[in-house]
């Protein structure tokens, strides 16, 4: 590790502007009643990268981070010939994480939320005892179990039984690592539900999720690499949601780019997309409603069980909250899009074909919304397109890898008590 000054920034409230200091894992605003989410207001106003080879801490002016951590990756943007082409669009930049060697993409989990975890990680207290605790469907549990188990960081990872294939490393994880998880028929929200249960016990830190400033602001190095590369802010940002987390990521990162003061002053046009038919955030969108609709729990995991990307299966997103989705596309503009497996699917084959590395399911709603945008004349196709693909290049990655992959510590059924939970978590030796 080479050395490092910790980021100089402190903490505001988007409800009420107080600032204040970063103390004690802080994920909400001392003292304040209202929901809020918190940001992170750093010294350096403008953005100077460190280099390539520190990975994902070129972007650490704006990381609220501690210290940096080894075998980090940073997003990779480019212009788009094949995609481009095939749309008829003329300034389509494609901003990628996974695995992808000659493009100089190296994210050995192939997804995007590895920029959370080197930055929530980073943020973490060196001498921190607690154990870290994540919920997740794949792909963020991949990532914090990669960066925990090279770092040698505590970490109990809360995921649905069903998901546990995504569990997949290039080397075996380390004991740090340990896997608690929902029963069969479970999801996402089952998962968080777990996690909530395993932070009220004694040794346990909630990673925060949304609330956690270095999760979104290492979500957010994907539009400061577009930016850095492009030279200035796109118009239209384009990317599949769950949560949502990562679009407010990009919002907050326009806003910081707005005030460095080099890449112009427009805000991006924030058009997200959900895997139809689970659509909780696009039918709150669509019905001008900031707090979410009522979802039947047992039609939500019958909803799960039919879409192709799992990862976009939150039921419970930081939309409504001051600060969270809902203000986020309020402010920036844009809008809540859907795309079916069936047209994610040829998004998917489109894009293997025209760009020549395969994608996530994810990352194929997104295509699949920019195919269906441009289509209806919805965005212009000389517009300048940030099109976001989180996660890429699995395929290949596993035809080049021997896998291994994590087995569970813990199984719960559906909704365990926390009684259980506290009993079953007292048999782990960290």
């Not at 955030?281 to 900031?290: C, D, F, G, H, V």
Request: hydrophobic residues 40%; proline residues 5%.
């Amino acid at each position: 590790m080479s050395a490092f000054e910790p980021t100089r920034y402190k903490l505001q409230s988007v409800a009420s502007g107080n600032i204040f200091e970063d103390s004690d894992w802080l994920l909400d605003a001392p003292g304040e009643g209202k929901p809020s989410l918190i940001r992170a207001i750093y010294e350096k106003k403008q953005l100077h990268l460190k280099g390539a080879d520190v990975g994902l801490y070129t972007f650490a002016d704006w990381l609220p981070i501690k210290r940096t951590l080894q075998g980090s990756s940073a997003p990779v943007t480019y212009k788009s010939e094949g995609l481009a082409a095939a749309l008829g669009m003329s300034n389509l930049w494609i901003t990628f994480s996974g695995y992808w060697p000659e493009l100089g993409a190296g994210m050995s989990t192939c997804s995007f939320k590895e920029t959370e975890a080197y930055s929530v990680c980073g943020r973490l207290d060196p001498e921190q005892k607690q154990v870290l605790v994540v919920a997740s469907a794949g792909n963020t549990a991949r990532a914090f179990a990669k960066v925990c188990s090279d770092n040698q960081i505590p970490l109990l990872l809360c995921v649905p039984h069903d998901y546990i294939d995504a569990l997949w490393f290039d080397a075996p994880v380390n004991d740090c690592v340990k896997l608690a998880v929902t029963g069969h028929g479970s999801d996402y929200f089952d998962a968080i539900v777990l996690s909530n249960i395993a932070t009220m016990c004694d040794g346990y830190l909630a990673e925060g999720g949304a609330k956690n400033v270095a999760r979104r602001d290492g979500m957010g190095t994907t539009v400061l690499s577009a930016v850095t590369a492009i030279g200035r802010i796109p118009d239209y940002y384009f990317q599949a949601v769950g949560s949502g987390t990562g679009a407010i990521a990009a919002w907050e990162a326009n806003l910081r780019l707005i005030e460095d003061g080099r890449f112009g002053s427009n805000k991006m046009k924030l058009m997200v997309s959900q895997n139809a038919p689970f659509l909780p955030i696009y039918e709150a969108w669509k019905s001008n409603s900031r707090e979410m609709l009522p979802y039947d729990d047992d039609l939500a995991r019958e909803h799960v069980s039919e879409i192709d990307a799992k990862v976009l299966s939150n039921r419970k997103p930081p939309y409504p909250i001051v600060g969270g989705l809902y203000d986020a596309l309020t402010d920036a503009g844009g809008d809540v899009l859907k795309a079916t497996n069936r047209e994610a699917r040829a998004a998917k084959d489109l894009f293997l074909e025209k760009e020549k590395i395969d994608i996530y399911s994810a990352s194929a709603i997104a295509a699949a919304s920019l195919l269906n945008s441009v289509k209806e004349g919805v965005i212009e196709k000389d517009a300048l397109v940030m099109l976001n693909i989180t996660g890429a290049g699995e395929e290949r990655f596993k035809r080049e890898q021997k896998l291994h992959y994590l087995k569970p510590s813990l199984v719960f059924g559906i909704s365990p008590s926390p009684g259980e939970v506290r009993d079953k978590l007292k048999t782990l030796k960290w």
